[in-house]
């Protein structure tokens, strides 16, 4: 399985305050909810021997995309 790491740019709030400081606080949270969906999606698909040659279980899946 290949990972493929992807940069992700931090929005400043400059000049707008308190409201752009809201939207980069949301925008942020929808990325890591996103990137939570992605890892466990991928790792759900994965079989259970492919999960134990990577060291892990079908348990293991939530607390793993958790920690993302």
């Known amino acids: 399985m ?9 929005l400043s709030a400059g000049t707008n305050g308190r ?4 939207f980069a606080s949301l ?13 466990r999606n991928a790792l759900s698909q994965l ?3 492919e999960l134990e040659d990577i060291g892990l279980c079908r348990g293991d899946i939530d607390n ?3 920690k993302r």
């Open 27 to 39: 925008v942020a949270t929808i990325v890591a909810w996103n990137d939570t969906r992605v890892t």
């Open 2 to 10: 290949a990972a493929i790491d992807t940069p992700r740019v931090q």
């Open 19 to 22: 409201i752009g400081q809201l």
């Open 47 to 49: 079989s259970d021997r």
């Open 64 to 66: 793993i995309a958790a």
